[in-house]
Each structure stands twice: as structure tokens, then as C-alpha cells.
């Protein structure tokens, strides 16, 4: 046993192994967003699919299954801050001397902003849940519909006045646009850091990246849009 | 009746590892095209003699791009503007007249400047010494063809060989990691029949002293790559990678417990 813990926090405390938990909690993170895009979009079906959606996610399990999502996905968020971090502080230590002549080979510029554009997306997502989720600064809570005959939340009416206020809008498409960015380097650097590219498959999943960036923020972007252009009332 | 260069370096000078450094203004003037980029160096540090001063100090060694010396990065790029080129097979011809270079030295917290483009690598020995190696039984030459290997597999092994351990991989990287060397020296044996008894700890071992020296994390930007003199693919990174997960998976599970010798 004591064999087996000396291995794991050898482990942890590695460079390729606090990367590999970054890459393995950074792949949760990319199948939940995808999933939630796929929900939201359901606003374009109507209110009732939307809403029935909402619901069924709040009663699945008699109401446990949400929060074992919730608590898993707040556990790979933390993970995967607390270790970027910890792994970005070791970089800049890693060169304290700038150089005089800066010059980048081939570098994208995604991929040198992670940190900042993963910072920007944690600023979004504790806005994000203080709004639609915790409903702070708002009345959202009291919203409610009927759908065969029973009460449940209006997530359409709610999203509808939620984005009907330009500047939560706004904030919403920048934020999804740092996130489309951190996706771009993300999604194919996880396979890399997994060890699962190959000279036979980086450059597709070099092109799966960039495709599931762009589906992430035409998708997400589309509904603040929609709402504000008047096309979802 | 070849053209000679009127140019204006910028170079890192810095008397020693703990002195504060600066970028000094040297005018070279009449440099021949013909002439490699320390041969420059050279010219121009003959000159600085000749005036009584402390000429530039730089790591050079065979000087035909197969030993690994050069350790200086020229406009932003180690080795200099051209791909798979040392700094000792640049030319002075790729350089036109007037121009500016900034000459420095490799940046990285794990490599010290000793004295101006000098730099201590001596983290990558210790790395080598972790692991980038086999335990053979030394003595006569066994039978040929007692390893079976396909011809693929050895030329794979190869590609990584290529390795100089020059340290452009370092100096390049956004964060000054050294995963590009230390994935080519620990893949080329973990990649051929002789490197396998040893293989699981050379990867812990090499990995461990790396992170020791105080290189930083692999982004997978891949700069390491394009500055690599010797073009080593960053999928050697990608099984370095993965062999440390098969080493962690191994030591923590599957790896037979010591019983400390003497049987049972």
C-alpha cells in the first residue's frame, strides 16, 4: 500500500503527471460543454422542450443525479485550475530572463494565452451560475410554467430575460469566444499529453480541435443572439 | 571575388553566472559571406583582442554541426534564422549587408550563464545520467542478428538518436522545457529490444532529474520542434508521455516486490 501511494504522489508531483490530470479533467470539461450546448440549443425547439429538459435534468434520480454532476464537474474544475496554476507559476520560474530579441517559430496564439483565456472563462463560469443557476440579482427562481399539468421552472422565459440585457450578452459571447480559443489548443493538446497522438492522427485531431471550437462558440453564440435579434421571444 | 558584410550585433554580455549582463553594440565591419556565424564571432573577437579587450566567450567544438556546442540564439531563434542548421553551419551569406543580429545566450533557469553565450548544460548530463542509457554485458561482439528488429523500428530508434543534446529545444520553448531531449535520448532505447529491461525506470528516472533541474512544463506549442537542429519530432514527446503513465501504472501495481534478496 504504502509502495503504491509512493508511486501516485511521485506521480503528482511530476511534470507529465500533473499534465496528464490536466488533460484528463480538461476531456471531462470538453464532453460536459458539448453537452450542455446540445441542451441549450433546444431552445430553438420551443419553450416546452426546453423546459421539459430543464426539468427532467433537475429530477433525474429523484434530484441526485444533477448534484453528482455538479460535484464531479466541480472537482475537475478545481483540478484543472489549481494544477494550470501551479504548472504556469513553474513556467515563468523555469525562465526568469527574458530574451532581448522575442521571436515565436510556430506557436499559435491560443496556445500562448491558455492561462488567460482559462482565467477569463472561470470569471464567466462563477457569473454564469450566480445568474441562471443561483439566480442572485434577479427574481429568475419565481418563473414558472406548466407542462402536463405540472408547475416547473420557465428556463425559456428565464434565458430570454437574461439576454435580453445587452451587456450580460455581450459578456457572454467574449467569454465564449476565450473559451473557443482555449478549446483550439486544448482539445488536440490533451491527446498529445495522453499520449494518444500519432504522426497518423495529429493532423486530424489538429482539425477536430479547431471544428469543436468553432461548433462550441457558433452554437453558444447563436442563443444570445437569437434573443437579442428577436428571433427567440 | 566573394562580398563581404558591414553589420551591427547586439550581443548578451554578462562577466559571470551571478554578474548582471547587457546587450553590448559591436560593429562588424568586412565580415565575408563565405565565413559560418562563429567564424564571424571569430573576426570580430580577434579584433577585440587586438584592442586589449575581453573578447565574447561562446561554446564551440567540431564546428561541422554534429557535437551539440553551440549555445546562442540569434535574432530570437537558437541557432540562428535557418532550419535544421547549427549555429557553427549558419553562413554569413543568409545575412545581409546592414543588418542587425541580436546575439544571446540559450535562457533557462536549468542553464546558467557561465560567461556571456556560455551556458552550463550540465542538467542535461545529470538527466543522461538518470536513466539515458543501457546496462549491457561489455566483452566480445555477440552474434549478428541475436535482436530481432525490423527495419522500421530502427530507423524510428535512429531518427530520435539524432539528438545533439544541444539544448535549442530549451532555449526555444516558451516555458524552457527540456521534454523534447529527454523524450529522444529516453525514447530511442525504450524504443529498441536492448532498452527494455531498464525501460520503466529510465523513463521515472529521466523525468524525476529533469523536473529536478528546474525545467519548465511542455505547453505543446511545439516551438522545440521547428528550433530542433536536428528536426526531432515532438512525437517523441508523445510517447515519453505515455511511457510515463505504462512506468507509473507498472511501479505502482504490476512491478514484482522486493523481498530484499536471499529467497524465501
Not at chain 2, 533557462?108 to 548544460?121: G, S
Request: with cysteine; glycine share 8%.
Amino acid at each position: 500500500m504504502s509502495a503504491l501511494f509512493k508511486s501516485l504522489s511521485v506521480f503528482l508531483a511530476s511534470s507529465v503527471g500533473k499534465k496528464i490530470l490536466v488533460a484528463l479533467t480538461g476531456a471531462a470539461l470538453v464532453v460536459f460543454v458539448l453537452g450542455h450546448l446540445i441542451g441549450n440549443l433546444l431552445i430553438f425547439a420551443g419553450a416546452d422542450a426546453i423546459n421539459e429538459y430543464g426539468h427532467f435534468l433537475q429530477t433525474a434520480g429523484h434530484g441526485a443525479l444533477v448534484w453528482v454532476a455538479r460535484i464531479g464537474l466541480l472537482t475537475c474544475v478545481l483540478i484543472h485550475i489549481v494544477l494550470t496554476i501551479k504548472l504556469t507559476k513553474e513556467n515563468r520560474a523555469a525562465r526568469e530572463d527574458r530574451y532581448g530579441y522575442s521571436h515565436t517559430i510556430q506557436a499559435t496564439k491560443s496556445s500562448r494565452f491558455m492561462i488567460f483565456s482559462g482565467l477569463i472563462v472561470l470569471a464567466f463560469i462563477v457569473y454564469h451560475l450566480l445568474h441562471f443557476t443561483l439566480h442572485i440579482g434577479n427574481n429568475y427562481s419565481t418563473l414558472t410554467t406548466s407542462i402536463h399539468g405540472e408547475t416547473v421552472h420557465d428556463v425559456y422565459r428565464m434565458v430570454i430575460q437574461g439576454f435580453s440585457w445587452w451587456p450580460a450578452s455581450a459578456f457572454y459571447i467574449f467569454a465564449i469566444l476565450m473559451l473557443c480559443s482555449h478549446l483550439s489548443h486544448g482539445v488536440s493538446s490533451m491527446f498529445q499529453t495522453l499520449g494518444l497522438a500519432t504522426p497518423r492522427t495529429w493532423p486530424l485531431l489538429q482539425k477536430i480541435s479547431i471544428i469543436y471550437a468553432a461548433i462550441i462558440f457558433i452554437g453558444n453564440s447563436s442563443i444570445p443572439l437569437a434573443v437579442l435579434l428577436g428571433f427567440v421571444k | 571575388m566573394s562580398h563581404s558584410l558591414n553589420l551591427q550585433l547586439k550581443v548578451w554580455r554578462q562577466s559571470s553566472t551571478n554578474a548582471k549582463g547587457h546587450f553590448q553594440d559591436i560593429v562588424a565591419k568586412d565580415i565575408p559571406e563565405t565565413a559560418s556565424f562563429l567564424e564571424m564571432l571569430d573576426i570580430v573577437n580577434q579584433r577585440i583582442i587586438t584592442e586589449g579587450s575581453d573578447p565574447i566567450a561562446f561554446d564551440h567544438d567540431c564546428r561541422e554541426g554534429i557535437c551539440g556546442a553551440c549555445s546562442m540564439v540569434i535574432n530570437g531563434k537558437p541557432h540562428g534564422p535557418e532550419k535544421a542548421t547549427t549555429a557553427c553551419q549558419l553562413h554569413m551569406r543568409k545575412f545581409k549587408d546592414g543588418d542587425t543580429i541580436w546575439i544571446e545566450p540559450f535562457r533557462a533557469k536549468a542553464f546558467p550563464v557561465i560567461k556571456d553565450l556560455a551556458v552550463d548544460r550540465s542538467a542535461f548530463d545529470r538527466i543522461m545520467q538518470a536513466g539515458g542509457f543501457i546496462s549491457v554485458r561489455t566483452g566480445s561482439v555477440q552474434d549478428a542478428n541475436n535482436l530481432p528488429i525490423s527495419k522500421e523500428a530502427a530507423d524510428s530508434a535512429m531518427d530520435a538518436a539524432e539528438c545533439i543534446g544541444c539544448g535549442a529545444c530549451v532555449a526555444s520553448c516558451k516555458n524552457a522545457s527540456a521534454m523534447l531531449f529527454v523524450s529522444a535520448k529516453a525514447g530511442q532505447l525504450n524504443s529498441l529490444p536492448q532498452g527494455q529491461p531498464e525501460k520503466h525506470r529510465r523513463v521515472l528516472g529521466m523525468v524525476k532529474t529533469m523536473d529536478e533541474a528546474g525545467f519548465g512544463n511542455c505547453t505543446n506549442q511545439f516551438e522545440c520542434e521547428a528550433a530542433c537542429p536536428k528536426e526531432i519530432s515532438v512525437r517523441w514527446i508523445t510517447k515519453l508521455n505515455r511511457d510515463y503513465a505504462l512506468a507509473t501504472l507498472h511501479d505502482a501495481v504490476t512491478a514484482p516486490l522486493s523481498t530484499g534478496g536471499g529467497g524465501d
